[in-house]
T-cell receptor, first 115, second 113 residues
Framework: DTAVSQTPKYLVTQMGNDKSIKCEQNLGHDTMYWYKQDSKKFLKIMFSYNNKELIINETVPNRFSPKSPDKAHLNLHINSLELGDSAVYFC??????????????FGPGTRLTVL | SQKIEQNSEALNIQEGKTATLTCNYT??????LQWYRQDPGRGPVFLLLIRENEKEKRKERLKVTFDTTLKQSLFHITASQPADSATYLC????????????FGRGTSLIVHP
């Protein structure tokens, strides 16, 4: 069984569109994350939720809005997509919040291409 | 600003040798340092955690050292195998308020049969 799953795996869209990426974890973890990995392979944290509460919100344009309907789900909605948003987006989860050294379990990633 | 450096050039070694990867950091006092493995087209997978008060950690063929004076971690894979070929990322986390996990860009390891 997949521990952290994301849909879709690939997303190709036009500039200006709005899109969503969904993430689900079946590990019973309390904390979930969204990361962006750009073409230079840097993995940068965007958001983190702990028990459905936003605890990390890095300098991300407010076109990006995370939503956590429950502890097992963290979705990412992106408005008015731009070329620079093209990247691989990873969802992750951990039992304890960051700052505890707890290992993170990553999803398979969503490759977003904005044309 | 905080910076993590991992060798951007791929490390090529022969099967059976020990691979050593380096993670250097500046302007950071991490409480935890983790190593992850990432295969092409997949998410990172956790390998090892070492805490700031630990010098060395081992797990099977893997060994991690953590020198907070040099601000460096070394990651060793002994008796390397072609299946160890992947990109290895180090990640740092602070404590006491500095909760943002920060990843290096990773070093690609290629083990030749």
């Amino acid at each position: 069984d997949t521990a952290v799953s994301q849909t879709p795996k690939y997303l190709v869209t036009q500039m200006g569109n709005d899109k969503s990426i969904k993430c689900e974890q079946n590990l019973g973890h309390d904390t979930m994350y969204w990361y962006k990995q750009d073409s230079k392979k840097f993995l940068k944290i965007m958001f983190s939720y702990n028990n459905k509460e936003l605890i990390i919100n890095e300098t991300v344009p407010n076109r990006f809005s995370p939503k956590s309907p429950d502890k097992a789900h963290l979705n990412l909605h992106i408005n008015s997509l731009e070329l620079g948003d093209s990247a691989v987006y990873f969802c992750a989860s951990s039992q304890d919040p960051s700052g505890t050294g707890d290992e993170q379990f990553f999803g398979p990633g969503t490759r977003l291409t904005v044309l | 600003s905080q910076k993590i450096e991992q060798n951007s050039e791929a490390l090529n070694i022969q099967e059976g040798k020990t691979a050593t990867l380096t993670c250097n950091y500046t302007n950071y006092s991490p409480a935890y340092l983790q190593w992850y493995r990432q295969d092409p087209g997949r998410g990172p997978v956790f390998l090892l955690l070492i805490r700031e008060n630990e010098k060395e950690k081992r797990k099977e063929r893997l060994k991690v050292t953590f020198d907070t004076t040099l601000k460096q971690s070394l990651f060793h894979i002994t008796a390397s195998q072609p299946a160890d070929s992947a990109t290895y990322l180090c990640a740092l986390e602070g404590a006491g308020g500095s909760y943002i996990p920060t990843f290096g860009r990773g070093t690609s390891l290629i083990v030749h049969p």
